[in-house]
């Protein structure tokens, strides 16, 4: 009794342990955002890497999500008669929940692993030390133009994900379900709100955030060796999907609620 005890004690500590380093992680990392010097240079690449070179996975997983959606949507409503809402079902669930979601778990695979390793292969070879001794902070320099990356650009691929994903249902309700498009396109605007866009678009930059945060504290704090970046890696992909999910629901909650 005493000894599962003592696990559960060491397993609370251990936890609350690493809340605290995220905590003070995250402090630093923000308010090393506003102050200078600014590293654009390392921004820009940051921005092209996860803004230009996520679109054609963004941009495929939106396309066929809205397709299926359409799909989906005719076979249940065609039950109830109520074929004439599929526009109106797909434009409000890709802008409002699946663009936003599944742009952020496909570039939380992408980018978050990415970084990981980046920065994990870093700590491994003392590049960081190194960084310390060269009076550069690697918080300032590695760390915070991730984030602020990470939360700019993933509104603007959710953007383009939504208007893909619109254009898929589009498709399919157009060439395969029969629809008259002129209906179809009236359809899609008649419900659609601005609200419902900025909703989306907000959900992307806390993913965006996330996704970055998770990937530089994984690789900053990486073990040493293969292993350790390896295991950073996964981490980092695991806990920003999963804290995807869990800020997608407290978002909602927010503005729903």
């Known amino acids: 009794m005493i000894g599962f005890l003592q696990n559960i004690g060491r397993t609370s500590l251990a936890f609350l342990a690493a809340i605290g380093r995220l905590v003070l992680f995250t402090s ?9 010097p600014y590293y654009l240079r390392q921004l820009g690449r940051q921005v092209i890497d996860i803004g ?4 054609p996975v963004v941009g495929l997983t939106t396309l066929f999500s809205g397709m299926v959606l359409a799909l989906q949507s005719y076979t249940g409503f065609a039950r109830f008669s109520a074929e004439d809402t599929v526009a109106t079902v797909v434009v409000l669930s890709v802008t409002r929940e699946l663009g936003p979601v599944l742009a952020g778990l496909m570039v939380a695979g992408r980018i978050g692993a990415s970084m990981a390793a980046e920065i994990g292969t870093m700590r491994v070879t003392d590049q960081i030390d190194a960084l310390d001794t060269l009076s550069t902070r690697p918080m300032q320099y590695l760390v915070a133009p991730r984030i602020l990356a990470g939360t700019i650009c993933l509104p603007f691929l ?6 893909i994903g619109v254009f898929g249902g589009y498709l399919v309700g157009v060439y395969r379900l029969g629809f008259n498009p002129s209906i ?4 899609t605007m008649e419900f ?66």
Not at 52 to 55: Q, R
Not at 184 to 187: C, Q, S, T
Request: hydrophobic share 50%.
């Open 192 to 257: 659609l709100e601005i609200s419902d866009v900025t909703l989306g678009l907000i959900k992307a930059a806390v993913f965006g955030f996330l996704i970055a945060l998770m990937g530089c504290y994984h690789g900053y704090h990486s073990g040493r060796g293969a292993e350790g970046v390896g295991r950073a890696t996964t981490n980092a992909v695991v806990s920003s999907s999963i804290l995807i999910l869990i800020s997608n629901y407290l978002v909602t909650a927010l503005f729903f609620g």
């Open 52 to 55: 230009y070179y996520s679109l």
């Open 28 to 36: 630093s990392a923000i308010r090393w955002t506003f102050f200078p």
């Open 158 to 163: 959710v953007l383009v994900g939504d208007l």
């Open 184 to 187: 179809y396109l009236a359809r």
